[in-house]
């Protein structure tokens, strides 16, 4: 007989209420405080040219700079998530292997990437490595290959494509720094599964690549993915860190408007609510993954 899943009571007491009030109390006068203490003059209404602009020349509407680099934010920290979650796995995967050269060659990598600062990783990887990189590969003769039409579809996923090597950079720097959690997450995650599945599927005549795909990993996924979702939103707010490069993301951008508005409590505050709003709706599709997963 199946069970229904225990539904929790949400009953708020007069102690939450109250301290609910008093943190809105405190909240609301810090506001009033900031809107009429201050000696600074508020100037709200220039936020909305820069998340909505419209273009004469085309007589359309389109996004403003910061809603730009927010969408340039967006495919960051997507593509950046994606290779990041591909090679934390594998370095996850190394850090549990039997093989002791497998173990070395993660334990190496997790402990320099994570002891070194990701900013000085930033400007070594971009100034130092990959320039090389990039020259090896080919990348600039790469773009200027491409025709109109290509670079016009590849912008939706990269961004402009004369910025393309630059994008390339970071994206690989971020996924290199973040990797080196997901696999101290992965690791974890593997570990926390009892023996006795291990025993109890070799007693079946499996190996342990038929163990780990098919009883370990799908176990232990839904153990790490509160982890892995969290890893992925401070992703999001670690991308932040490639304007030191040019990026055109959404802290880029936003330094670029307050040197010609010098409304910087505006567009910081204009900031923040994006960020948050971002990663709030990344947090509320996990929960959601989450509990899917728990039902099935």
Same mark, same amino acid.
């Given at each position: 007989?199946?069970?229904q899943?225990?539904?929790?009571?949400?009953?708020?007491?007069?102690?939450?209420?109250?301290?609910?009030?008093?943190?809105?109390g $405190? /909240? *609301?006068?810090v506001?009033?405080?900031?809107?009429?203490? /201050?000696n600074y003059?508020?100037? &709200?209404?220039v936020?909305p040219q820069?998340?909505?602009r419209?273009n004469?020349? #085309?007589?359309? &509407? *389109?996004?403003?700079l910061?809603?730009?680099?927010?969408?340039?934010?967006?495919?960051l920290?997507? &593509?950046?998530?994606?290779l990041?979650?591909?090679l *934390?796995t594998?370095m =996850?995967? @190394?850090?549990?292997? %039997?093989?002791?050269?497998?173990?070395?060659?993660? +334990?190496t990598?997790?402990g /320099?990437?994570?002891n070194? %600062?990701?900013?000085?990783?930033i @400007?070594?990887?971009?100034f130092f490595? =990959?320039?090389?990189i $990039?020259?090896?590969?080919h990348?600039?003769?790469?773009?200027?290959?491409l025709?109109?039409?290509t670079?016009e579809? $590849?912008s939706?996923?990269?961004? %402009?494509?004369?910025? @393309?090597?630059?994008?390339?950079s970071?994206?690989?720097?971020?996924?290199?720094?973040?990797?080196?959690?997901?696999a101290?997450?992965?690791?974890? *995650?593997?570990?926390s599964?009892?023996?006795?599945? &291990?025993?109890?599927? +070799?007693?079946? =005549?499996?190996?342990?690549?038929?163990?780990m795909?098919?009883?370990?990993?799908?176990q232990a996924?839904?153990?790490?993915?509160?982890?892995?979702?969290?890893?992925?939103?401070?992703?999001?707010?670690?991308?932040?860190?490639?304007?030191?490069?040019?990026?055109?993301?959404? +802290?880029f951008q936003?330094q670029?408007?307050?040197?010609t #508005?010098?409304?910087?409590?505006?567009?910081w505050?204009?900031?923040?609510v994006?960020y948050?709003?971002l990663?709030?709706?990344?947090?509320l599709?996990?929960r959601?993954?989450?509990? +899917?997963l728990?039902?099935?």
């Open positions: 007989m199946k069970t899943p225990h539904k929790r009571n949400l009953r708020i007491s007069p102690l939450d209420a109250s301290i609910i009030l008093v943190l809105a $405190m /909240l *609301g006068y506001i009033f405080k900031a809107a009429t203490g /201050l003059h508020w100037k &709200w209404e936020i820069y998340l909505l419209f004469t020349n #085309t007589q359309t &509407w *389109g996004p403003g910061l809603t730009q680099g927010l969408i340039t934010t967006i495919k920290s997507l &593509w950046s998530g994606i990041a979650t591909i *934390g594998v =996850g995967l @190394f850090r549990v292997s %039997p093989s002791l050269f497998k173990r070395q060659i993660a +334990t990598y997790v /320099l990437i994570r070194t %600062p990701p900013l000085v990783l @400007f070594i990887f971009y490595i =990959g320039d090389q $990039m020259a090896l590969l990348i600039d003769d790469f773009v200027y290959s025709s109109n039409e670079k579809f $590849m939706i996923f990269f961004g %402009p494509m004369n910025r @393309f090597p630059q994008f390339l970071a994206l690989i720097t971020l996924a290199l720094f973040e990797a080196a959690y997901i101290e997450i992965v690791r974890a *995650g593997i570990e599964i009892e023996t006795g599945q &291990w025993e109890a599927s +070799t007693a079946l =005549g499996m190996n342990r690549t038929q163990t795909l098919h009883v370990i990993l799908p996924m839904q153990r790490m993915l509160p982890a892995l979702a969290g890893q992925f939103i401070s992703i999001i707010k670690d991308s932040a860190i490639v304007s030191v490069i040019s990026i055109e993301e959404l +802290t936003a670029q408007v307050i040197t #508005t010098y409304r910087s409590f505006e567009i505050t204009t900031v923040l994006m948050f709003i990663t709030f709706m990344c947090s599709a996990v959601k993954l989450e509990l +899917t728990r039902r099935n």
